[in-house]
């Protein structure tokens, strides 16, 4: 555990407890807007940047939204709403003292405190990469690794295809890993080479698996579809530990999420591989005041998906626990996770393929679905009516 040289001051007598929260993801993003919570503390929020939505970022990399639709910047929505925004990380923590040590130097003191801290793509091991997750450069070229996470890496690899559509170069790229992920990276990147009008053979797509096929978990039916969808934009599906590896100017690793690198740093108990270790209330095991959500967070009893599902509906949650915490008498809710949620997985062109448990369907439909999600939730979340 980290610790600051400052020691935290106790909160002043008829003050509002502090509440900090650490990261703009989905659960305090809905926080912002929760008038009866808002008025029980005095808020601030730490974060780097802006706040990107997962659901949009393929429609982002195909050219069918620009980057603007798909960012938030949580300054906008802490104006007028009395939040305190700070532009920084979280470097460490010292639950004892209540303190959290942020990137530019300072320290802030906290009464509660909130992590909503994301996801980061999951590192390969040298294992991985003799096992068939690589690819083999093009002679005489420079090869680009790009990572799925954060989604401004999508916006300069969307940036980096166009300049060379533009010049009419030839362009391979390989996708490492073919869940959800792996499939939008491919079906993205082909649609956007035919808004460019590519020659034949221009650009070439591989969407490499080992040795399940792409969406493994899908139905059956689901995955001959959406196999015949692929085939239809020329897309190849490869199994790492049959076929050989091509010369390829760009790889794009889809092979997995996990909870962000450190966290150990903090000295909150972790489960590995999943993140920090929450009970049903969302707050961490072993402390006091301090809660956990979204993909950082690992309930202890039940491993989720890392789907931006469970963040959203953790946000009612963490909101009614944040402010149950400050009277002793009152008990927490608990987070119920459903036993199925809705996927929709964009394939380009006005196509998708929806997931639903055992149940499925494709086409435009279920694509003007997705818009229609995505879209209203990303107006709700700026407009915070």
């Known amino acids: 555990m980290s610790s600051t040289t400052a020691r935290s001051r106790p909160t002043a007598i008829g003050s509002k407890p502090r509440l ?17 919570l808002l008025s029980r503390f005095d808020v601030t929020l730490v974060d780097p940047g802006a706040f990107w939505y997962s659901g949009l970022a393929s429609g982002v990399l195909a050219g069918d939204h620009s980057p603007a639709t798909d960012r938030i910047d949580p300054a906008t929505l802490c104006l007028g709403r009395g939040v305190a925004l700070v532009r920084a990380r979280l470097c460490g923590l010292n639950t004892d003292v209540r303190q959290a040590l942020l990137s530019n130097g300072t320290s802030l003191a906290f009464d509660r405190l909130g992590l909503n801290l994301g996801s980061a793509p999951v590192l390969r091991s040298s294992d991985d990469e003799a096992s068939g997750d690589s690819a083999a450069s093009l002679p005489g070229d420079k090869q680009t690794h790009w990572q799925i996470k954060p989604i401004p890496h999508l916006v300069r690899l969307r940036r980096s295809l166009e300049r060379r559509f533009q010049r009419r170069q030839s362009v391979s790229v390989e996708i490492l ?35 399940s096929g792409p969406l493994p978990e899908a139905p059956a039916r689901a995955r001959r579809y959406l196999l015949a969808a692929l085939e239809r934009r020329g897309i190849l599906v490869v199994d790492s530990h049959h076929d050989r590896h091509l010369p390829a100017s760009d790889i794009v690793d889809a092979t997995g999420l996990g909870p962000p690198r450190g966290l150990e740093k903090f000295g909150l108990p972790t489960i590995d591989g999943r ?11 072993g402390t006091d005041g301090v809660f956990a ?19 959203v509906r953790q946000g009612p949650v963490l909101a009614r626990n944040l402010i149950a915490s ?31 448990g055992n149940a499925w369907w494709g086409g435009r439909l279920a694509s003007r679905l997705k818009r229609h999600l995505d879209l209203s939730f990303m107006q709700r979340t700026r407009s915070l009516r």
Do not use: M
């Open 20 to 36: 900090l929260l650490i990261g703009a993801g989905h659960a305090h993003l809905h926080l912002l807007h929760q008038s009866s």
């Open 177 to 211: 890993g073919a869940g959800a992920s792996g499939v939008e990276i491919a079906c993205a990147i082909e649609a956007l080479g035919r808004h460019h009008q590519l020659a034949a053979g221009a650009l070439t797509i591989r969407l490499r698996h080992r040795g």
């Open 275 to 285: 993140g920090i270790a929450i009970d049903p209330s969302l707050k961490v095991q």
């Open 293 to 311: 959500s979204g993909d950082c967070a690992a309930l202890i009893d039940h491993p989720l998906p890392r789907l931006g599902v469970h963040g």
């Open 326 to 356: 400050l009277d002793p008498q009152t008990s927490l809710t608990s987070y119920r996770p459903p036993a199925r949620a809705l996927s929709i997985v964009n394939l380009g062109h006005g196509e998708a393929l929806a997931l639903y």
